[in-house]
DNA sequence: TATGAATAGTTTAAATTTGAAATACTCCAT
DNA sequence: ATGGAGTATTTCAAATTTAAACTATTCATA
């Protein structure tokens, strides 16, 4: 830990912590990346199979929202698994702007899958921390998590 | 926090801890991005003038390594710093091959600029969380990324 | 000194993401 | 019922990133 002084003892603290926050962010990625990708599936891709199967069919938009990005993105990534039949688009009767995606038979397979290889891959890459570090890390997260959602 | 167990204990602690970092570390990223992209800068590009602004000329091997991406990139973002008058690439004369970067005297301007704002802002985003806590989370983010790099 | 392996950086093509414009539809106030 | 505001999604162009192929240079060793 740095002892001097740059700028400031709040800002060298919250830099810090921003450059390790970073830094553990993308190379966890990459790692549990890696895996994905050696299914056929790109990361995005794996977020959107991961969260039809956990919390059933989505609309577009809630899905853009729960992956921070742009709608113009999830087109993309659903054209992309819809061609691999994964995923179907199917345009909500009450409300004709409104598309559900879900899962189809097939996304729901590789979903179990991959995600029962990917739960195993992210204990085995955090368990460097003991349950009781994940935890804490897991409660300041989240605390700083909301509280950047506010600003956002 | 979910009570009932999907991939057993271990493996429910760590995708939680997982998400609650990605989460937090993509909405850090978007709102300090924001107020880099004010100043006419890409974060990318922010990220070599630091580097060099904080650690003097490096070469594009080590502006990679540090940033985490690939050499083509770094001669791509170091193409539009260069253009507008930030950095300059001085050819090494020991080792005809490395090429070593540094900041122009408005590059330097720049960083000063720029930086002193970005760490108040850090320091703001972050102030969610005490002194105390933010070292804590350092601290466990330090860990975590130090047993990621082995793994990599 | 010659030659083959290794290293530093650039170029290229492809994939991903964004933001803005366009389209299609709904809802509300008149 | 109709016009206008607002919402959901797609399309498009531009920017960023990657991986692989390529050029230039150095190093090891025979």
Redesign the pocket.
């Known amino acids: 830990m740095r002892t001097t002084e740059q700028y400031g003892r709040k800002a060298d603290l919250a830099l810090t912590m921003w450059v390790k926050l970073a830094r553990a962010s993308t190379t966890f990625g ?1 790692l549990t990346g890696k895996d994905i990708e050696q299914h056929g599936l ?4 794996f977020g959107v199979l991961e969260m039809l199967g956990h919390l059933g069919p989505l ?6 929202k729960r992956m ?13 698994l819809e061609k691999e039949g994964q995923v179907e ?1 199917i345009r ?1 009767s ?8 879900q899962l189809t038979p097939k996304g729901e397979s590789t979903f179990k899958t991959v995600f029962r290889k990917h739960a195993d891959r992210v204990a085995e890459l955090s368990s460097v921390l003991s349950e009781e570090e994940q935890i804490q890390l897991s409660t300041l997260l989240k605390k700083l998590g909301l509280a950047l959602k506010e600003k956002q």
């Open positions: 990459r790109t990361q995005p891709q609309t577009i938009g809630d899905i853009g921070l990005v742009t709608g113009g993105c999830v087109t993309v990534i659903l054209d992309n688009r909500s009450e409300d004709r702007r409104v598309i559900k995606v």
